[in-house]
């Protein structure tokens, strides 16, 4: 059943000193049923993290809503809970702390709030790290930690901003293995933003490729690709034929947009 | 005139000799007067900085938070702070007399405008996916104070509570020059009234170690307080 309905949302951005306004998305709608992990997928500049914004309540339309169970979305809240590019953990906690933040929200006690963090951090493999501070541990780890902070307040979607973006080529590809595994183990829906194909192969059941000036959703793809998806997904002939057709249609893009910021930098 | 007896004596009242010194700390050590006049001072430094660091915090975090409230207020708060603490002594002396309370207010002046401009602007530099990060697991309006904007900014809050601490403490001397009847800031004008520079002297020399002294203890506290700050730059 859909959990999130994303109806006809476009927003447009005041641009400083000017009377008109830039339109980032452009009439986008969504249907996200529960247990799903969508990715976004598109170029920068197409919109995608506005969109996972909006969906979070850290933005608001300009036109359009969007519905969690049938009740617009106005603020964040921590059914919503998000996992940021550069990790957004609190640098003065250490590791179990920040997992506890949303359980102290709720009114935990301390010792139940301990005992559920423990059990994230044990989740994404971070047992023995839990008195570490953020700055001890390495990217990966790191957002390990923002994966299970993200996930102990119990949301019913997971949404994640180009959460691997920053990480090495070996931790990306490691860490989107864990996810899938994580993901199946709390059975959580997750919306997902990325520009790397072959990231959103691997982990999507359907990928939202996504098209820039304004954002606008190009195209819906269903990737039947059985599950659990493993290293050896990757040398399926589903995979390599589904990443050889979104990089068809996505590379003109690719090249406008390249051609667009060249542009943007001489009228600078 | 020109006879070396004298011109050794002129220098001696001027500027004291290094034994003359000794005796003089000495006698105010045994005597008790060092350390009462010593107490005197940092009990109203203290009460100052502790008044100015209530409200310096307290008016930086709303309106580092509250940016249209800032508009307003900000013009207000950059007006007062470029009169020199010291421009205030008449004005303290004729509000609150003569006791510890016109001391309180100077060493109030002179410390918040430090604290509030370094809480106003760590406010406003905390990232604003760490405050989204918060919003989203459903941090409470205390939460979101206590245990992000506040530790958030304490990297950037502790320099501006240092620098409080020491223009606090030039204050009180200053203040107790002109509006106390005890205090390092007293003692000293009364003994250039008495032409005890041996006294002066001492008296300089003990604010310097205490200043010395409070600093150290502030950075301390910082170095518990803000343990992921060092290894944590640029992350």
């Not at chain 2, 320099?159 to 003692?187: F, H, K, T």
Request: net charge neutral; with cysteine.
């Amino acid at each position: 059943m859909t959990q999130l309905r994303v109806d006809h949302v476009s927003k447009d951005f005041a641009l400083r000193g000017r009377a008109d306004v830039l339109r980032v998305l452009e009439d986008v709608s969504l249907d996200i049923c529960e247990g799903e992990l969508i990715v976004l997928l598109g170029p920068s500049g197409c919109g995608k993290s506005t969109l996972l914004n909006i969906i979070a309540g850290f933005l608001q339309p300009t036109m359009g809503q969007v519905l969690h169970e049938d009740i617009p979305v106005s603020k964040p809240d921590r059914r919503r809970t998000v996992v940021f590019q550069d990790y957004a953990l609190f640098p003065w906690m250490t590791l179990e702390k920040n997992v506890e933040f949303g359980l102290k929200a709720q009114g935990i006690a301390p010792a139940e709030r301990t005992r559920i963090a423990r059990s994230f951090l044990a989740l994404v493999k971070l047992r023995g790290f839990e008195d570490h501070y953020p700055y001890e541990v390495s990217g990966g780890m790191k957002q390990r930690a923002a994966i299970a902070r993200a996930l102990a307040p119990d949301p019913d979607i997971l949404l994640m901003d180009e959460p691997f973006g920053a990480l090495d080529a070996q931790t990306r590809v490691l860490l989107q293995e864990e996810l899938v595994r994580i993901v199946a183990a709390t059975n959580r829906t997750v919306v997902f933003v990325t520009h790397s194909i072959d990231e959103a192969v691997f982990l999507a059941d359907r990928i939202v490729v996504m098209s820039s000036h304004p954002g606008k959703i190009r195209s819906i793809h269903k990737v039947a690709l059985p599950r659990p998806r493993t290293a050896e997904t990757r040398s399926l002939p589903n995979f390599i034929n589904l990443t050889q057709e979104l990089w068809d249609s996505l590379k003109p893009q690719w090249h406008d947009e390249g051609a667009n910021a060249v542009r943007s930098q001489h009228s600078t | 005139m020109g006879s070396p007896r004298l011109v050794g004596l002129i220098n001696a009242v001027l500027l004291p000799s290094p034994t003359a010194l000794f005796w003089a700390a000495s006698d105010l050590l045994r005597s008790g007067t060092l350390f009462r006049h010593v107490s005197a001072s940092i009990e109203r430094v203290l009460v100052g900085f502790a008044l100015a660091s209530a409200v310096g915090l307290t008016l930086g975090v709303v309106l580092g938070w509250f940016r249209t409230l800032s508009d307003f207020v900000k013009p207000l708060v950059e007006a007062l702070r470029p009169i020199p603490p010291i421009a205030w002594t008449p004005l303290a002396i004729l509000w609150f007399g003569v006791g510890n309370a016109p001391s309180y207010f100077l060493v109030f002046i002179g410390a918040v405008f430090p604290v509030f401009v370094s809480t106003y602007s760590a406010v406003r530099n905390i990232e604003r996916t760490q405050i989204n990060a918060a919003l989203c697991l459903g941090a409470t309006p205390t939460m979101l104070i206590w245990d992000v904007l506040i530790p958030g900014a304490l990297p950037m809050i502790f320099p501006g509570l240092r620098i409080a601490l020491g223009v606090g403490w030039m204050c009180v001397v200053a203040a107790e020059l002109i509006a106390a009847q005890s205090g390092l800031g007293y003692m000293i004008q009364q003994s250039r009234l008495l032409l005890q520079t041996q006294f002066v002297l001492t008296g300089m020399i003990v604010i310097g170690i205490i200043g010395f002294v409070m600093n150290a203890v502030m950075t301390a506290i910082e170095r518990r307080l803000v343990p992921w700050q060092e290894s944590s730059k640029g992350t």
